[in-house]
């Protein structure tokens, strides 16, 4: 059984809607677990995107707060491809920072492309409108995808009109040369 402070964690994880009704009137939105992770995390990472839209009418709702491992609720809802909480969170694009990263340096941009969730990726590239070179992890969002052998994905970034393919940030090879030991076979 939750305790009394934390029944809206618990029912953002759960996706109980009377429950997150009933807590969010005594209890803090931008409350943390032991870990740090908040209702909206709770609610995105468990695919909640009603619950995850509920919290965004809070007008305190911190919608960048970082559990200890540097996540924010995007990143977990890109790294899980939680699609509809994507689209919802991206509703407030003009207060999300699409630039975040975890305390490894991926983003959100590139958990979509590790993760090989199309949809997400075709989501921030559209209306997130991040930018597809982003090398802040070391690595660019189509390297990942290339070391990761997701064809999908490397073929949307490349039909993508801002993407770089000699960008390849701190790995100094081309993404592709990852991608044709996966497939020597592979024609673009």
């Known amino acids: 059984m939750p305790s009394r402070r ?30 740090g992770s908040t209702p909206l995390f709770k609610a995105c990472q468990n695919g909640h995107a009603e619950i995850a839209s509920k919290l965004l009418e809070m007008k305190n709702l911190d919608l960048n707060q970082t559990n200890m491992w540097g996540c924010t609720a ?5 790294k899980l491809g939680r699609t509809e ?18 305390k490894e340096g991926k983003t959100a941009l590139h958990k979509a492309c590790e993760k090989n969730h199309l949809d997400v990726l075709k989501l921030l590239l559209t209306k997130g ?5 982003d090398d802040s992890f070391a690595q660019t969002p189509l390297a990942l995808a290339c070391i990761q052998g997701h064809f999908k ?9 801002k ?22 076979a592979v024609v673009f």
């Open 163 to 184: 993407i770089d393919v000699n960008k390849c940030g701190m790995v100094r090879s081309a993404p592709f040369v990852s991608l044709l030991q996966k497939s020597p």
């Open 153 to 161: 994905v490397v073929e949307y970034l490349l039909d993508h009109r």
């Open 74 to 78: 995007l990143w977990i809802a890109c």
């Open 6 to 35: 934390h029944k809206l964690l618990e029912a953002c994880a759960q996706g109980s809607l009377a429950a997150f009704e009933e807590a969010l009137a005594t209890e803090d939105v931008n409350q943390t677990d032991k870990d």
């Open 85 to 102: 909480c994507v689209e919802v969170l991206l509703k407030k694009r003009q207060q999300l920072d699409l630039t975040l990263g975890s």
């Open 129 to 133: 409108r991040v930018d597809p070179n």
